[in-house]
């Protein structure tokens, strides 16, 4: 078998010293080349001190969510999401659901960014018709396409099967068995696979209850409190100091919180 640029553009083999013995190729010659181009090339190093030579998030800076109202979703459209999702993680004795936990906007906001469009995926195909299950969703629809079509054919459907009920009208015995039967993809939906849209809501929704709150979701952290997730606090030294004790402050977020400063 021939090795890429083992010969010339007229044939001929070539004869450098890489070529004819690539195993010689020593960690100690490696860095010397590097040094070598880097010379050359004019660059220079510094020592950092005291500062970093960087601000923070001037790659991808995060903006806050602001609740109140729906970018993506119609009012019907986050009707319906709110329900599903209220289902997925309800609200009980533990704490506030995903729909109190702010679920809904959360998965509004990611609609409207590089999520809702797959922008920073490869979308060309081919799609597989049997995907295994670690290649993933095997779609060209992006997420704003499954949502848009897929909760029109749900709502489409259950009006059809439930005497002309909406899925926010159904009971919620009724709703969990037919989110029960989107799962297994037992339930035909006009034009749609109703596991698909099952899975993206469904994966959208525990998203969107263990996000950071300023993602618009786990709203006043109460998907972290569940969990006893401690957030995002600067340093743990005070709890390493104390192992086997229950960690007793509560979670900060990235935005913090009104006890920050609290050790």
Same mark, same amino acid.
């Given at each position: 078998?021939?090795?890429? @640029?083992?010969?010339?553009?007229?044939?001929?083999?070539?004869?450098?010293? /890489?070529?004819?013995?690539?195993?010689?190729?020593?960690?100690? !010659?490696?860095?010397?080349? /590097? /040094?070598?181009?880097?010379?050359?090339?004019? /660059?220079?190093?510094?020592?950092?001190?005291?500062?970093?030579?960087?601000? +923070?998030?001037?790659?991808?800076?995060?903006?806050?969510?602001?609740? &109140?109202?729906?970018?993506?979703?119609?009012?019907?459209?986050?009707?319906?999401?709110?329900?599903?999702?209220?289902?997925? %993680?309800?609200?009980?004795?533990?704490?506030?659901?995903?729909?109190?936990?702010?679920?809904?906007?959360? %998965?509004?906001?990611?609609?409207?960014?590089?999520?809702? &469009?797959?922008?920073?995926?490869?979308?060309?195909?081919?799609?597989?018709? !049997?995907?295994? +299950?670690?290649?993933?969703?095997?779609?060209?629809? =992006?997420?704003?396409?499954?949502?848009?079509? $897929?909760?029109?054919?749900?709502?489409?459907?259950?009006?059809?099967?439930? $005497?002309?009920? @909406?899925?926010?009208?159904?009971?919620?015995?009724?709703?969990?068995?037919?989110?029960?039967?989107?799962?297994? $993809?037992?339930? =035909?939906?006009?034009?749609?696979?109703?596991?698909?849209?099952?899975?993206? %809501?469904?994966?959208?929704?525990?998203? $969107?209850?263990?996000?950071?709150?300023?993602?618009?979701?786990?709203?006043?952290?109460? &998907? *972290?409190?569940? %969990?006893?997730?401690?957030? =995002?606090?600067?340093?743990?030294?005070?709890?390493?100091?104390?192992?086997?004790?229950?960690?007793?402050?509560?979670?900060?977020?990235?935005? @913090?919180?009104?006890? *920050?400063?609290?050790?």
């Amino acid at each position: 078998m021939a090795h890429l @640029g083992s010969h010339s553009p007229d044939g001929k083999p070539l004869t450098s010293a /890489a070529t004819r013995h690539p195993r010689h190729i020593t960690r100690r !010659s490696l860095l010397a080349s /590097a /040094a070598l181009l880097i010379t050359t090339g004019g /660059a220079s190093a510094r020592v950092v001190t005291k500062v970093l030579p960087w601000d +923070p998030n001037e790659a991808y800076p995060v903006v806050p969510v602001k609740p &109140g109202g729906y970018l993506f979703f119609t009012s019907e459209e986050a009707a319906i999401v709110d329900a599903v999702v209220d289902r997925l %993680i309800p609200t009980d004795d533990l704490g506030p659901g995903a729909k109190d936990a702010g679920v809904t906007t959360f %998965i509004d906001r990611q609609l409207t960014g590089p999520y809702g &469009g797959h922008d920073w995926l490869y979308m060309q195909g081919p799609f597989s018709a !049997s995907p295994l +299950p670690t290649q993933g969703l095997q779609s060209p629809l =992006v997420p704003r396409q499954q949502y848009r079509l $897929g909760l029109a054919a749900l709502e489409a459907y259950c009006k059809t099967s439930f $005497g002309g009920r @909406g899925f926010v009208q159904l009971t919620v015995d009724e709703q969990e068995r037919l989110l029960t039967a989107m799962e297994k $993809g037992e339930v =035909v939906l006009p034009n749609f696979s109703s596991k698909m849209l099952f899975s993206a %809501i469904h994966s959208n929704t525990l998203e $969107g209850f263990f996000a950071d709150p300023i993602y618009g979701g786990n709203r006043d952290m109460a &998907g *972290w409190k569940l %969990i006893g997730f401690p957030g =995002v606090r600067y340093d743990y030294r005070d709890v390493m100091e104390k192992p086997n004790q229950t960690y007793q402050l509560p979670p900060v977020a990235m935005q @913090g919180r009104p006890a *920050w400063g609290e050790h």
